[in-house]
């Protein structure tokens, strides 16, 4: 069984740091493929409601970023602590937004192309303008 949670987020100026943490209490961890997805105030249009951030592979030898975080944003994972980060820089207040671990098992490079299996219930993250 899967089950994630998020923890980390808060308020914090804009051009600061921040680390979100998932962790998984299941027992499969390191067979889970790990996603970062968020979702930005406002109505986007049908389909974008989540943006897809990253996706990491169990072993770690597979790393997704989306265009919008490159170089900014760093996704890692300690199988050991069943746990996946999300180590974030130079926040803008673009970047406000509730922030998603999400999972499936198998491999991490159709992570893009389905909607995750897991979820977790988000953990908010406000850069004020």
């Known amino acids: 069984q899967v089950h994630l949670m998020e923890s980390g987020g808060g308020l914090v100026h804009a051009g600061s740091s921040l680390t979100l943490s998932c962790t998984d209490s299941?027992?499969?961890?390191?067979?889970?493929?790990m996603t970062w997805f968020r979702q930005r105030p406002g109505k986007a249009a049908p389909g974008k409601e989540r943006?897809?951030?990253?996706?990491?592979?169990?072993?770690?030898?597979?790393?997704y970023y989306a265009d919008s975080v490159k170089g900014r944003f760093t996704v890692s994972r300690d199988n050991a602590k069943n746990t996946q980060y999300l180590q974030m820089t130079s926040l803008e207040p673009e970047d406000t937004a509730v922030y998603y671990c999400?999972?499936?098992?198998?491999?991490?490079?159709?992570?893009?192309?389905?909607?995750?299996?897991?979820w977790g219930q988000g953990t908010r993250v406000t850069v004020p303008s």
């Open positions: 999400a999972a499936s098992f198998g491999p991490a490079q159709r992570m893009g192309m389905i909607m995750p299996d897991y």
């Open positions: 943006e897809l951030l990253t996706v990491i592979s169990g072993t770690g030898d597979y790393i």
């Open positions: 299941g027992r499969a961890f390191s067979d889970l493929a």
